[in-house]
């Protein structure tokens, strides 16, 4: 029973923050919207605290997997074919819907300020610069590998967050469009600049 309650519980959080945000998305409310008492959560979760880790760890857990099940469908080994897939991860449907959308947001900020949430931010920067990193080093030098690698992951990072910042929402498919154009633009530059 204990992952079933787990999940709804974290459901409940992403609902709470999507409706009243962060600072509102009390204990009291997150149990309403779950349906449970108060006490599961520190049962469980040892308070909010907990809770929101929990919850960040499941958004980015999903973020993991929408990545690697693109990258594991690819049938090459292309280094632009895996770029790509990890850009169309990031701006997956379990990332970019409104509520968890409001959650990436809440977590952002909260980051600043709590350790356990900036281990988290920083284990998934790490990561989405370590894997367009190795990519990139297969078709430049380390030098510019890592410098793309950071271009690139701001441009994600930034993408989305305006994106979410938008009344409207992110969109998601324009988001892809203009980072595999700069993603074009990038490859472009490098095979420009290196000698033949």
Sequence with gaps: MEPIRRQQ???ATIAAIDEV??????VMRIARHAGVSAGIISHYFGGKDGLLEATMRQILGDLGEAVAARRNALQ???PRAHLGAIIDGNFDGSQ???????TWLAFWASSMH??????LQHVNDRRLYANLCHQFRRLMPRHEARACARAL?????GLWLRGALTPEGLNSDEARRLAHDYLDRLLDTHDTLSPT
């Design 9 to 11: 519980l974290i459901k």
């Design 114 to 119: 709590r350790p356990t949430l900036a281990r």
């Design 21 to 26: 945000g962060l600072a509102d998305a009390t």
């Design 153 to 157: 992951a701001a441009l994600i990072d």
């Design 96 to 102: 970019v819907t409104g509520p968890v959308a409001k």
């Design 76 to 78: 090459t080994s292309n």
